[in-house]
């Protein structure tokens, strides 16, 4: 692998993920900024876009536009993010 192809995937519940994402809680001790929060939404929205799940995608997206509107990933037609 080169060092430029890193792949990144969530290794928690769906659920739990798509919640930190939204900010409605802390993942361990550690604080949290809102990058991390948007990172691990876009990483909820690739996953659901690789399983297929398209109308989840976009409610999640939807949501996630609300939550973080400054956020570019989450705004209009960005399938060419992932």
């Known amino acids: 692998m080169k060092y430029d192809e890193v792949n990144y995937r969530l290794t928690i519940p769906m659920e739990d ?5 939204m900010g409605e809680f802390e993942l ?12 691990v939404g876009v990483l909820v929205l690739d996953a659901l876009q690789y399983g297929e799940h398209w109308r989840l995608a976009a409610e999640a ?3 996630l536009a609300c939550r973080w ?7 209009g037609n960005v399938s060419g993010l992932f």
């Open 69 to 75: 509107p400054d956020c570019a990933a989450f705004r």
């Open 17 to 21: 993920a798509f919640a930190f994402a």
């Open 28 to 39: 361990g001790n550690n604080p949290t900024c809102d990058a991390m929060r948007q990172l």
């Open 61 to 63: 997206r939807a949501l």
